[in-house]
């Protein structure tokens, strides 16, 4: 089980930070991430670890956001600064655990973004 917090409101150039924990343990090798969807779009990518622990940024927030994890923690993290109101969209974090198949995903935490 996925538990995403840290969204709220924020005016255009702040920064949030994301926080999703995991209920069990998380490994190196297991690819974990951040992922976002607004209405009427499909989910996409923000940014991830993947199962050989590189960090994937989508274009739009290359520069901008930055992934970490705390493994010891089971917890991943999204740091995001400089935010603009294109990011505004509920962000859900996703666990691959390595070698397993299964694919899990937390409830999401809402990113506002005001101009």
């Known amino acids: 089980q996925l538990q995403a917090s840290g969204g709220g409101l924020v005016q255009a150039g702040g920064s949030l930070r994301l926080s999703c924990a995991a209920s069990g343990s998380i490994f190196s090798k297991d690819a974990m991430g951040w992922y976002r969807q607004t209405p009427g779009k499909q989910r996409e990518l923000v940014a991830t670890?993947?199962?050989?622990?590189?960090?994937n940024y989508a274009d739009s927030v290359r520069g901008r956001f930055t992934i970490s994890r705390d493994n010891a923690k089971n917890t991943v993290y999204l740091q995001t600064n400089s935010l603009k109101p294109e990011d505004t969209a509920v962000y859900y974090c996703a666990l691959r655990p390595f070698n397993t198949g299964l694919e899990y995903w937390g409830q999401g935490t809402q990113v506002t973004v005001s101009s």
């Open positions: 670890f993947t199962n050989n622990g590189l960090r």
